[in-house]
């Protein structure tokens, strides 16, 4: 298992969550000032604008992250022309090896984070802490705590190279929490939403590392199964095939059919013909 990049113990505190809806005509606008004693992100979910970081201007559009290490010199920008959309997180007591105190971005490096296949991931945390911060009744402030940790950690994983990488023994837990929430729910209407919620991480995500491990889908995989047991049914039960449908998940006896005359190569029936177990 690789070192963790983060120095421990590794759970900074919030200082505030804001979230920006921006019509056009509406400028996303802060004059040169800095923070000094907290960090930020910013991830620009829609619009664009120019913005200096360190005495450097940088153009930032949707699916990126900013990063503004504590006492970094800034100025932000939009484009008015077009609606802005954006989520900002302030935090403070991080630090990650080899760099100072509440760091982030190593000396020379972009600020601008392209998050790539990412965004997803990104977006759903982000969204988490904007709830968690702005519902009254969620005593968010730990949760929130742990939902940064979590996004910061992501995040380092693409600006420092791999320093902190998914072991395989972390990859595991997640496909075995998703094959087991399959097992346990294939006759229930599943969605990628659903499965991502079992393995803890964003749909995007979840079904990345799915698909690495098991050179399928987890929708693949979870139509797989449904076959799986249903040529258990045809073999074992006498039910008819429109109620081997409902028992694994599928309302209309046509579409079962189908997916399973593609799958296993025969139509049910004739599976069951053939392969009909006496007892």
Same mark, same amino acid.
């Given at each position: 298992?690789?070192?963790?990049?983060?120095?421990?113990?590794?759970?900074?505190?919030?200082? +505030?969550?804001?979230?920006?809806?921006?019509? &056009?005509?509406?400028?996303?606008?802060?004059?040169?000032?800095?923070?000094?004693?907290?960090?930020?992100?910013? /991830?620009?979910?829609?619009?664009?604008? @120019?913005? *200096?970081?360190?005495?450097?201007?940088?153009?930032?559009?949707?699916?990126?992250? /900013?990063?503004?290490?504590?006492?970094?010199?800034?100025?932000? *920008?939009?484009?008015? @022309?077009? $609606?802005?959309?954006?989520?900002?997180?302030?935090?403070?007591?991080?630090? /990650?090896?080899? *760099?100072?105190?509440?760091?982030?971005?190593?000396?020379?490096?972009?600020?601008?984070?392209? =998050?790539?296949? &990412?965004?997803?991931?990104? =977006?759903?945390? @982000?969204?988490?802490? =904007?709830? =968690?911060?702005?519902?009254?009744?969620? $005593?968010?402030?730990?949760?929130?705590?742990?939902?940064?940790?979590?996004?910061l950690i992501e995040l380092a994983k693409l600006v420092h190279n791999g320093f902190i990488k998914e072991t395989s023994t972390s990859t595991d837990r997640t496909v075995a929490a998703i094959k087991?929430?399959?097992?346990?729910?294939?006759?229930?209407?599943?969605?990628?939403?659903?499965?991502?919620?079992?393995?803890?991480? @964003?749909?995007?995500?979840?079904?990345?590392?799915?698909?690495?491990?098991?050179?399928?889908?987890?929708?693949?995989?979870?139509?797989?199964?449904?076959?799986?047991?249903?040529?258990?049914? *045809?073999?074992?039960?006498?039910?008819?095939?429109?109620?081997?449908?409902?028992?694994? +998940?599928?309302?209309?006896?046509?579409?079962?059919?189908?997916?399973?005359?593609?799958t296993i190569g025969l139509p049910p029936h004739k599976y069951r013909k053939m392969h009909r177990l006496e007892g």
């Amino acid at each position: 298992m690789s070192q963790s990049l983060f120095v421990e113990p590794f759970l900074p505190f919030v200082r +505030g969550v804001i979230n920006f809806d921006l019509k &056009r005509g509406e400028t996303f606008s802060y004059p040169m000032h800095h923070h000094p004693d907290i960090a930020q992100l910013l /991830l620009i979910t829609e619009g664009s604008g @120019s913005f *200096l970081i360190d005495g450097k201007i940088y153009k930032a559009g949707p699916r990126t992250m /900013l990063v503004y290490d504590t006492g970094v010199w800034h100025e932000e *920008l939009s484009d008015a @022309s077009e $609606p802005f959309k954006a989520i900002s997180i302030s935090f403070n007591a991080f630090q /990650l090896t080899d *760099l100072a105190p509440g760091t982030f971005i190593k000396p020379g490096a972009s600020p601008i984070i392209e =998050l790539g296949d &990412r965004y997803d991931e990104a =977006l759903s945390l @982000s969204r988490i802490i =904007l709830r =968690l911060a702005e519902d009254p009744y969620v $005593p968010a402030g730990l949760s929130i705590r742990y939902y940064v940790a979590i996004l910061l950690i992501e995040l380092a994983k693409l600006v420092h190279n791999g320093f902190i990488k998914e072991t395989s023994t972390s990859t595991d837990r997640t496909v075995a929490a998703i094959k087991q929430y399959i097992h346990n729910h294939y006759m229930d209407a599943i969605t990628l939403d659903q499965l991502s919620k079992a393995s803890f991480f @964003s749909p995007g995500y979840t079904c990345r590392v799915f698909s690495q491990s098991e050179g399928i889908s987890p929708i693949q995989y979870l139509v797989g199964y449904r076959m799986e047991v249903a040529k258990h049914y *045809l073999r074992t039960e006498r039910d008819p095939v429109y109620r081997i449908a409902e028992l694994v +998940g599928y309302q209309s006896e046509t579409h079962f059919k189908n997916v399973f005359k593609k799958t296993i190569g025969l139509p049910p029936h004739k599976y069951r013909k053939m392969h009909r177990l006496e007892g």
